[in-house]
């Protein structure tokens, strides 16, 4: 048997390895590029949050009921019952005139509206006070930090899409390594914003009754699992891509081509 027939059998399994590595490289640089749009769609609809009141949760201090509300990562919509003032109310199964169920609008005459307070935009001051109560300086403050992570991390997976195309190009190890850091800075900052949702979501349950009375409740909405699915799409890509990052010199590369790539060079001017 010839020398170049036995580089070749013993040189197979690395081809095959190198034809997996490609494909999984390939898929992650195709999800992350997806990602991008779809963060974009997470951002920018306001369906991270649900607020459900269910029959109608009373809130005495604006003498609406709550229905139910969604929140985006600047906004949230609530949509309230308004009961008119001739309208008879129960309370406790009896009818009367003056006291409002707290937890029914059955059989109640009014009219239905949607009240939008917007977390990013200068709040219209009454008294030394927002004049909408569901604005709170804190949760601005959460939004805020959210909207910025958020551009931030749309802009590094278009650049970590970029790094990961190149490493086609280019199969030295360190442009694999740079990639591999580029995503792991985008799983950061995609993180980052979920967990400050939930807190957010925290903070509006203890402090915040006319958003998050005490008898309703929430669950997350379709942009805040598409969130995840962009933080766990990142997490994959950086781990995929630094783990085969490793340097194949002399009979360890698939190709001559590769062990030529992972050879030690001299960077010049």
Not at 201 to 217: C, G, Q, T
């Amino acid at each position: 048997m010839s020398t170049a027939s036995s580089t070749g059998a013993e040189r197979r399994p690395l081809l095959q390895a190198l034809v997996i590595e490609r494909r999984i490289l390939f898929a992650c640089t195709v999800l992350v590029g997806l990602c991008t749009f779809v963060w974009i769609a997470a951002v920018c609809t306001e369906k991270w949050v649900h607020i459900e009141g269910g029959k109608g949760v009373y809130l005495p201090s604006r003498g609406v009921y709550l229905m139910w509300s969604n929140s985006g990562m600047w906004e949230i919509c609530r949509y309230l019952f308004h009961p008119a003032p001739t309208s008879p109310v129960k309370y406790n199964g009896t009818v009367g005139t003056t006291t409002h169920r707290p937890y029914d609008i059955e059989d109640m005459v009014g009219e239905y509206f949607t009240n939008c307070t917007n977390y990013l935009a200068q709040p219209v001051m009454k008294n030394g006070k927002p004049e909408d109560p569901a604005y709170d300086i804190d949760v601005a403050n959460y939004v805020r930090t959210m909207v910025s992570f958020g551009i931030i991390s749309l802009f590094v997976m278009a650049m970590g899409c970029g790094f990961s195309t190149y490493t086609f190009r280019n199969p030295r190890y360190m442009f694999k390594r740079l990639a591999a850091g580029i995503h792991f800075i985008s799983t950061s900052c995609t993180f980052v914003v979920v967990q400050i949702t939930m807190s957010c979501i925290d903070h509006m349950k203890k402090n915040i009754r006319v958003v998050y009375p005490e008898r309703a409740y929430h669950y997350y909405h379709i942009s805040f699992f598409l969130a995840w699915f962009v933080v766990l799409v990142n997490l994959f890509a950086a781990a995929s891509f630094l783990w085969y990052s490793r340097k194949r010199k002399g009979d360890k590369a698939a190709t001559d081509e590769l062990a030529m790539a992972d050879e030690p060079t001299i960077i010049g001017r």
